[in-house]
């Protein structure tokens, strides 16, 4: 073998062999924490005692974790994977934001996740994410402005839009479940704040009128991939609320032929 093969092909073939092997380990860790947060989102439809609700997300916060450490050291070789890892992102988002909306009937806040995410990559308080997102408290204070190089409010953003379609599904299963006993109150609450979410996305598409989100990357330009993906779940999110609206007023109008 020529000196030349030696010191050019041979090196090139173990770099493409290393890379070709983190690539494939990350998806793996990706499709991982993809499968933990749609249990984890599962679990808290269920509807089950906090007790137990409490002991299924800790044990899926310790394999979350897991993956999310190993990202978090593999991510600064594999930058050009930001677009494989932002889909699980965005389910993990989900995820989060759908568990803090269920027991606090407010938007968890992108700073406050990545705090949670901070803490999941070290290791630590699980206990304080839960009662976070259960009671609202117990969240510690960041002493510096929570970063993770792979996650980006982008990935917030169309978090929240696949969120909103698990409220849509919480309101319906509430009313459906009620067995004629139909307390409105928490629909109605879901369908207000849906409404104004809507609203801002609204703001958002005329301050950004070229909005495009595409695979973790926010640009603002017409014709590019990300406008068809952004618009998708815009008039997805906008079906979530006419379903719920229309749930509501079929219970209005079955009230009114009761009486």
Same mark, same amino acid.
């Given at each position: &073998?020529?000196?030349?093969?030696?010191?050019?092909?041979?090196?090139?073939? $173990?770099?493409?062999?290393?890379?070709?092997?983190?690539?494939?380990?990350?998806?793996?860790?990706?499709?991982? +924490?993809?499968?933990?947060?749609?249990?984890?989102?599962?679990?808290?439809?269920?509807?089950?005692?906090?007790?137990?609700?409490?002991?299924?997300?800790?044990?899926?916060?310790? +394999?979350?974790? /897991?993956?999310?450490?190993?990202?978090?050291?593999?991510?600064? =070789?594999?930058?050009?994977?930001?677009?494989?890892?932002?889909?699980?992102?965005?389910?993990?988002?989900?995820?989060?934001?759908?568990?803090?909306?269920?027991? =606090?009937?407010?938007?968890? #806040?992108?700073?406050?996740?990545?705090?949670?995410?901070?803490?999941?990559?070290? #290791?630590?308080?699980? $206990?304080?994410?839960?009662?976070?997102?259960?009671?609202?408290?117990?969240?510690?204070?960041?002493?510096?402005?929570?970063?993770?190089?792979?996650?980006?409010?982008?990935? @917030?953003?169309?978090?929240?839009?696949?969120?909103?379609?698990?409220? &849509?599904?919480?309101?319906?299963?509430?009313?459906?479940?009620?067995?004629?006993?139909? $307390?409105?109150? =928490?629909?109605?609450?879901?369908?207000?704040?849906?409404?104004? %979410?809507?609203?801002? @996305?609204?703001?958002?598409?005329? @301050? @950004?009128?070229?909005?495009?989100?595409?695979?973790?990357?926010?640009?603002?330009?017409?014709?590019?991939?990300?406008?068809? *993906?952004?618009?998708?779940?815009?008039?997805?999110?906008?079906? *979530? +609320?006419?379903? +719920?609206?229309?749930? %509501?007023? /079929?219970?209005?109008? *079955?009230?009114?032929?009761?009486?």
């Amino acid at each position: &073998m020529s000196d030349f093969a030696t010191a050019i092909f041979i090196p090139a073939r $173990d770099m493409l062999r290393e890379k070709q092997d983190e690539r494939e380990e990350i998806i793996r860790l990706c499709r991982d +924490i993809t499968s933990y947060s749609k249990k984890g989102i599962f679990s808290l439809h269920r509807g089950i005692l906090r007790n137990e609700l409490t002991k299924e997300l800790l044990a899926y916060f310790e +394999i979350l974790s /897991d993956r999310l450490a190993k990202i978090e050291d593999m991510y600064p =070789n594999n930058v050009h994977l930001r677009g494989t890892i932002s889909g699980a992102i965005e389910e993990l988002i989900e995820f989060f934001t759908f568990g803090y909306y269920k027991y =606090n009937f407010e938007l968890l #806040g992108y700073k406050d996740f990545l705090i949670m995410m901070e803490l999941l990559v070290q #290791g630590s308080e699980f $206990d304080a994410i839960i009662e976070y997102l259960i009671f609202g408290t117990g969240l510690p204070e960041s002493d510096h402005p929570p970063t993770i190089e792979f996650i980006d409010v982008s990935d @917030y953003l169309m978090g929240i839009f696949d969120c909103t379609g698990e409220i &849509m599904r919480l309101s319906i299963l509430q009313l459906s479940g009620s067995k004629g006993n139909f $307390d409105v109150s =928490n629909t109605w609450h879901n369908y207000k704040f849906l409404q104004q %979410l809507y609203e801002q @996305y609204i703001l958002l598409t005329e @301050y @950004y009128p070229g909005i495009s989100i595409n695979r973790g990357v926010f640009d603002n330009a017409p014709n590019l991939r990300g406008n068809t *993906s952004f618009n998708k779940k815009l008039q997805v999110f906008e079906s *979530s +609320i006419k379903k +719920i609206e229309a749930t %509501l007023l /079929d219970i209005l109008v *079955s009230d009114q032929e009761i009486i």
